[in-house]
């Protein structure tokens, strides 16, 4: 198992274009050598929460959206799948 946290940390080894190349060519090896991995992906308030920085949400088996929500005083935790 491999896991990548966050792998917006990778933005800063190149331009998008390098880091989206090289998230592309080792998601594409983990799989083909059957090793499971997880990646997470750090989005602000702004910034869309169904895709990452990265564009790869279509390459990846499973999708899972982690947030709090602040209605109020109070703050709950929701999830998407």
């Given at each position: 198992m491999v896991v990548l946290d966050p792998i917006t940390a990778l933005?800063?080894?190149g331009t998008p274009g390098?880091?989206?190349g090289l998230i592309?060519?080792?998601v594409d090896f983990l799989k083909g050598q059957g090793?499971?991995?997880l990646m997470t992906n750090?989005?602000?308030d702004l910034e869309s929460r169904e895709q990452s920085?990265?564009?790869?949400?279509?390459l990846v088996d499973t999708w899972l959206l982690l947030r709090d929500i602040e209605s109020g005083a109070e703050r709950?935790?929701?999830s998407t799948f």
């Open positions: 933005l800063h080894a390098e880091t989206k592309l060519r080792l090793i499971t991995s750090l989005t602000g920085n990265i564009e790869i949400s279509s709950t935790a929701g």
